[in-house]
């Protein structure tokens, strides 16, 4: 990549100022009613400001706040004096808190009334309204968290599932980026060399043997598709599967729905093509969050309005990530059977069958079906009285992590900007090997080196435009 491409990077971690020289306020919990809710004061007057709002219980004088203590009483107005809410006061002088700023917070009763007018308070006293992030994005700024650990923190209020939390979390405390950091270090280290030789070759600084050059950027290179791979399956557990359940009509793919997401979703009867329209529900399976689509029975038939939910459902098996296909085991394996079974096979990336009503007498067995299931797995089940449940939701979770995500093992929470940058990484220092291994000189192969370096700098924000940091920040709530 040119200087062109790297035009408008700056350096944020190290050796650039912080620009936070104002004070910014918002409320830090979602509007609605609600026991608590936080309005956060952060910057060089979040003390002034707090201190000249708050008053003892009685509202008559005003309650000292100090550090690191909790204080009860009530927020007023500046200009009226008038009592707005009772308030838990709390302060966190710089740098011991989440943005390295003085910060202040008010805990109020929630709801939209005090909330709105305790920050309206504050806005009033010379707080300015906080933009999007921008608690987040000081914290950044100033170093007490790098842009891995950043994006971290809006993986974790987006956590779908507890496996997802738990990843989001560990890039949080640096997971990600000391992953990073440890690769870094090695392309530095062989940068360092390379260039030496070629700046210093009076020095006598001995040149890298070229073998050495392509063993270590080959290494790197494995390193950093493998953090990428594993990013796949942390990307499933962060937005989860589509999973469609399809079958011919009164399998009992509407009960099978029921039954996977703990309660009754999608209307239930005997009579064949009920459902007309598809029905969905997020659920989760072994820590993966999956939206589960009912769709209408797949068959022919002449009932336009039945055609169309038949169209539809043969629609979102195709946009879906996997299928569930709902045999009845209590009755012959019948063409249309076949038939769901073979179209799922094509779409969908394949899927699992469900030989569901296990409950009676059985016709079919799991030998009967799997000439048909074309690979699929076919677990037992029992929709009405819930056995073979459990079965099932294991087996569509380890068809998401393997199929989907194409890895089984481990799991990197990562979002498409960092995984993109690991790829280009990959391939830069793929370039490396690649060239030196064919002679290319080593002056040129430090440009790909220095280029796997920029792609690894974007992840931590060592190198990070205005312009993308913008783009990440933009996707937080006001107040985070």
């Known amino acids: 990549m040119g200087a062109s491409a790297r035009k408008g990077s700056i350096l944020h971690m190290e050796g650039r100022g912080f620009a936070g020289n104002d004070t910014i306020a918002a409320i830090s919990t979602p509007l609605g009613e609600g026991g608590i809710?936080?309005?956060?004061?952060?910057?060089?007057?979040?003390?002034?400001?707090?201190?000249?709002?708050?008053?003892?219980?009685?509202?008559?004088?005003?309650?000292?706040?100090?550090?690191?203590?909790?204080?009860?009483?009530?927020?007023?107005?500046?200009?009226?004096?008038?009592?707005i809410d009772e308030a838990l006061a709390s302060a966190m002088p710089a740098p011991h808190s989440f943005t390295r700023e003085d910060v202040v917070e008010f805990s109020c009763h929630g709801g939209i009334g005090p909330l709105t007018r305790?920050?309206?308070?504050?806005?009033?006293?010379?707080?300015?309204?906080?933009?999007?992030?921008?608690?987040?994005?000081?914290?950044?700024?100033?170093?007490?968290?790098?842009?891995?650990?950043?994006?971290a923190v809006i993986e974790i209020v987006r956590a779908k599932t507890d496996s997802a939390r738990r990843l989001a979390l560990a890039n949080l405390r640096g997971g990600l980026s000391a992953t990073v950091g440890a690769?870094?270090?090695?392309?530095?280290?062989?940068?360092?060399?390379?260039?030496?030789?070629?700046?210093?070759?009076?020095?006598?600084?001995?040149?890298?043997d070229r073998a050495e050059i392509v063993r270590r950027a080959r290494d790197?290179?494995?390193?950093?598709?493998?953090?990428?791979?594993?990013?796949?399956?942390?990307?499933?557990?962060?937005?989860?599967?589509?999973?469609?359940?399809?079958?011919?009509?009164?399998?009992?793919k509407s009960s099978l729905l029921n039954a996977l997401v703990g309660r009754a979703m999608a209307i239930v009867t005997d009579v064949p093509g009920t459902t007309r329209d598809a029905v969905e529900d997020w659920t989760s399976m072994e820590g993966v969050p999956v939206r589960l689509v009912d769709t209408a029975g797949l068959r022919e038939t002449e009932d336009p309005v039945e055609r169309l939910g038949v169209e539809r459902a043969e629609e979102r098996l195709d946009e879906a990530d996997l299928a569930i296909v709902v045999i009845d085991g209590s009755a012959p394996l019948s063409n249309e059977d076949v038939a769901v079974l073979g179209r799922a096979s094509r779409g969908a990336g394949g899927g699992v069958v469900a030989l569901n009503k296990s409950d009676l007498p059985q016709v079919?067995?799991?030998?009967?079906?799997?000439?048909?299931?074309?690979?699929?797995?076919v677990v037992p089940v029992s929709a009405r009285e819930g056995t073979g449940i459990d079965a099932l939701e294991k087996t569509i979770a380890a068809l998401a992590l393997g199929r989907v995500a194409g890895v089984s093992e481990g799991g990197v929470m990562a979002s498409t900007r960092q995984r993109e940058a690991l790829e280009r990484a990959a391939r830069a220092l793929g370039d490396v090997a690649c060239g030196v291994?064919?002679?290319t000189p080593c002056d040129l192969a430090a440009i790909d080196v220095r280029e796997a370096l920029f792609w690894l700098d974007q992840i931590t924000g060592r190198s990070a435009s205005d312009d993308v940091l913008d783009r990440i920040f933009s996707e937080f709530c006001i107040g985070k």
């Open 118 to 151: 305790v920050l309206d308070a504050v806005l009033r006293c010379g707080a300015r309204l906080a933009e999007p992030g921008e608690f987040t994005r000081r914290a950044f700024l100033s170093g007490r968290i790098d842009l891995a650990q950043a994006e």
């Open 437 to 439: 291994d064919e002679g």
């Open 183 to 208: 690769i870094r270090d090695d392309v530095v280290g062989l940068l360092a060399e390379i260039e030496a030789a070629v700046d210093f070759p009076e020095d006598d600084v001995a040149a890298p």
């Open 364 to 377: 079919m067995t799991e030998r009967d079906v799997a000439p048909h299931a074309r690979g699929m797995p």
């Open 220 to 252: 790197m290179e494995t390193r950093l598709r493998d953090v990428a791979v594993r990013a796949r399956r942390g990307q499933v557990y962060r937005d989860g599967v589509t999973v469609a359940i399809v079958g011919r009509p009164n399998v009992g």
């Open 37 to 83: 809710g936080i309005v956060r004061i952060s910057g060089p007057e979040a003390f002034q400001i707090g201190s000249r709002l708050f008053r003892d219980p009685s509202g008559r004088r005003r309650r000292a706040l100090k550090a690191w203590r909790l204080r009860y009483g009530v927020v007023v107005d500046p200009e009226t004096g008038e009592e």
